[in-house]
């Protein structure tokens, strides 16, 4: 098989081009299926060339484990794609969820990647049994047990919560999965029992047995909390619930039957689009002026690119930059910006966002007074423009 062409080899201006000029309508949607895959280099060619028949652009993961995909299908070919789908029996019936709020042009090109594990997390497999994972709940019962007060955990990863989440839930400060599920478990352990009179503040020993909490997780699309969700059932919490489907299904199910969002704020995704907006509240604050604010942006240099919450204004002010010293490379000639970049890695990231908000306000005063004094950040430009 000639797999050179099995994957996209176009410049993305052309690509975002061509998606702009297409009169098709397209359907956004995503599913998963943790399942014993083979032979799945073969099987990655082979699906690139079906789907790429159909139409179909996104981002796929194929692995031993299983598949996890997002894509975006012509909305006339649905059903072929559905039928192609089910003529394999390892992805037959697999639940499909469809993005609410999409205009259908979140992804420019079909790429199929295979890799070692559907969802990187950096735990080892044989740990503990993937299958056993907690009840899957639907919107209107996690609504309830969120009103009984049950414990509700953020499993996305901790950029993707600064703009929107579940009333109260606890969002894990760890930058990796396997940092917040650690964190999950420390946190769950201090818990007081509950309907005991234990104080919050009471340090649980360690080996505490499990405390009979309830415990609501959920993610992006589910396929976080298969995998957390048994973790910590293997960890002795005995009462792990999970939101089946993740926001996605959530935010189709309150639509559908006209239940209220728990879910205040966007939806972090992970496309062109960046966040979907689920509710009008804003949950989150600038982090260069602190205005309530939820846009999310990342930084324009392209040797930074961090994630940040910016307002328009500071937008502006900022030249879509995260800080003075970006914002000063960010308006050199374009010349002098490649000069600048040369060596340095300008890997675009959607995965890393500013953490510590405060200290970034710091920083910009700092950076706009030293501006002040000495009229540049780099003074590096200046002796190489001498
Ligand atoms: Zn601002
Ligand atoms: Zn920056």
Not at 41 to 56: I, N, T
Not at 116 to 130: M, N, S, Y
Not at 132 to 144: I, K
Not at 249 to 263: F, M, N, P
């Amino acid at each position: 098989m000639e797999t050179h062409r099995l994957r996209n080899i176009l410049h993305p201006d052309l690509l975002r081009e061509r998606l702009a000029s297409e009169q098709r309508v397209r359907t956004t949607l995503s599913f998963y299926r943790y399942v014993r895959l083979t032979e799945v280099e073969a099987l990655r060619h082979a699906l690139y060339e079906e789907w790429e028949r159909l139409g179909v652009l996104g981002r796929i993961y194929l692995a031993q484990e299983g598949i996890n995909a997002q894509v975006s299908v012509p909305t006339a070919n649905l059903e072929a794609f559905r039928a192609n789908l089910d003529g394999r029996e390892a992805f037959r019936d697999v639940p499909w969820k469809i993005a609410v709020e999409d205009d259908g042009k979140s992804f420019l090109k079909l790429a199929i990647k295979v890799r070692r594990k559907i969802v990187a997390d950096g735990l080892t497999d044989d740990a503990f049994d993937v299958t056993d994972v907690g009840r899957h709940l639907d919107a209107a019962t996690f609504n309830r047990k969120l009103e009984e007060g049950a414990l509700v955990i953020d499993m996305r990863n901790n950029y993707e919560c600064l703009i929107g989440h579940f009333e109260g839930a606890y969002l894990p400060k760890a930058d990796t999965f396997r940092g917040a599920i650690e964190e999950v478990v420390e946190m769950l352990r201090a818990q007081p029992a509950q309907g005991s009179e234990q104080p919050t503040c009471t340090v649980a020993p360690p080996d505490r047995p499990s405390s009979p909490t309830e415990i609501l997780l959920y993610c992006t699309g589910g396929i976080r909390c298969e995998k957390a969700s048994a973790y910590l059932k293997h960890h002795g919490f005995a009462n792990v619930n999970q939101l089946h489907g993740g926001i996605i299904d959530y935010t189709r199910q309150i639509k559908a039957q006209g239940l209220e969002s728990k879910y205040k704020g966007q939806n972090f995704v992970f496309d062109e689009r960046l966040a979907e907006r689920i509710t009008d509240d804003v949950v989150s604050h600038c982090m260069q002026c602190g205005a309530p604010c939820d846009r999310i942006a990342n930084c324009q240099e392209a040797s930074c690119n961090i994630l940040l919450v910016q307002c328009p204004e500071c937008a502006r002010k900022y030249n879509d930059c995260c800080s003075p010293s970006c914002r000063e490379i960010h308006q050199l000639p374009p010349d002098e910006q490649r000069a600048w970049r040369k060596g340095r890695n300008t890997r675009s990231s959607k995965t890393k966002a500013i953490n510590d908000p405060e200290g970034l306000r710091r920083r910009i005063r700092e950076e706009e007074e030293q501006l002040a004094r000495t009229g540049t950040l780099h003074p590096e430009i200046i002796q190489a423009q001498a």
